[in-house]
């Protein structure tokens, strides 16, 4: 059982480049996330989506795009990267079921091992 | 708005000594508390949750929370570290009020160095 996976593990890129970061999950999960982790400022939520065919943003999403390509993939796209991006990202899953007018947000994220990504 | 502090940049315990790892939060609602613990090089791992009921909650590797309502504090505690527990400990909170997203906030971490 994989779990989450992220590829690739390592980037570098120069300023105004674009890359996408993929990510897919084997645990049958409806609710897909991607973070950035930064040192002294913990994870922050870039997008998430909660079942599949939706998407929204979260805390510090300019600068990014998501695609929910189907249940098990959720990638990350930079546009026209920067220096500010520098950074480790990881995607998450968690089993949130979304049956009509009811949420659940009792349930543990599984994470990936993280891209380390560096622009130059 | 929902929030996690984490007051402690590095918390150093002697290996067999009992360690906790502080934790506060806020948010409007009831809250749903996690810890998450992070290896180097390696993504976060569930350790435990707080949803309602038993105020001490037991996790994975012999780690415990006590959630404190009046504090709001949700501290991690375990009786006799090990050398293995050295790791960066992330606390996070949910608003379970049902008018939230789903968005998880996280605290900015704690390093545990458990020293032989």
């Known amino acids: 059982n994989a779990g989450v996976t992220q590829t690739p593990k390592f980037q570098v890129l120069k300023t105004g480049q674009s890359m996408t970061l993929q990510c897919a999950q084997d645990?049958?999960?409806?609710?897909m996330y991607w973070y950035r982790q930064d040192p002294g400022m913990g994870l922050r939520l870039i997008y998430y989506?909660?079942?599949?065919?939706?998407?929204d943003k979260g805390e510090v999403p300019n600068g990014y795009n998501v695609s929910r390509l189907n249940k098990r993939e959720f990638s990350l796209r930079l546009e026209s990267a920067a220096p500010s991006q520098t950074s480790v990202y990881f995607c998450?899953?968690?089993?949130?079921?979304?049956?009509?007018?009811?949420?659940?947000?009792?349930?543990?994220?599984?994470f990936g091992n993280g891209t380390r990504l560096t622009v130059t | 708005a929902q929030s996690v502090a984490q007051p402690e940049d590095q918390v150093n315990v002697a290996e067999g000594n009992p360690l906790t790892v502080k934790c506060t939060y806020s948010v409007s609602g009831n809250p749903y508390l996690f810890w998450y613990v992070q290896y180097p090089n390696r993504g976060l791992q569930f350790l435990l949750k707080?949803?309602?009921?038993?105020?001490l909650v037991k996790g994975s590797y012999g780690f415990e929370a006590e959630f404190n309502k009046s504090q709001t504090s949700f501290h991690l505690k375990k009786p006799s570290a090990l050398v293995s527990d050295s790791a960066l400990y992330f606390c996070?909170?949910?608003?379970?009020?049902?008018?939230?997203?789903?968005?998880?906030?996280f605290g900015k971490g704690t390093k545990l160095s458990v020293i032989p």
């Open positions: 645990m049958n999960h409806n609710s």
């Open positions: 989506s909660a079942s599949e065919g939706t998407t």
């Open positions: 996070a909170v949910r608003d379970g009020s049902g008018a939230g997203s789903y968005q998880l906030t």
């Open positions: 707080y949803i309602t009921g038993d105020n």
């Open positions: 998450a899953s968690s089993e949130v079921s979304l049956p009509p007018g009811q949420r659940f947000y009792n349930s543990p994220l599984h």
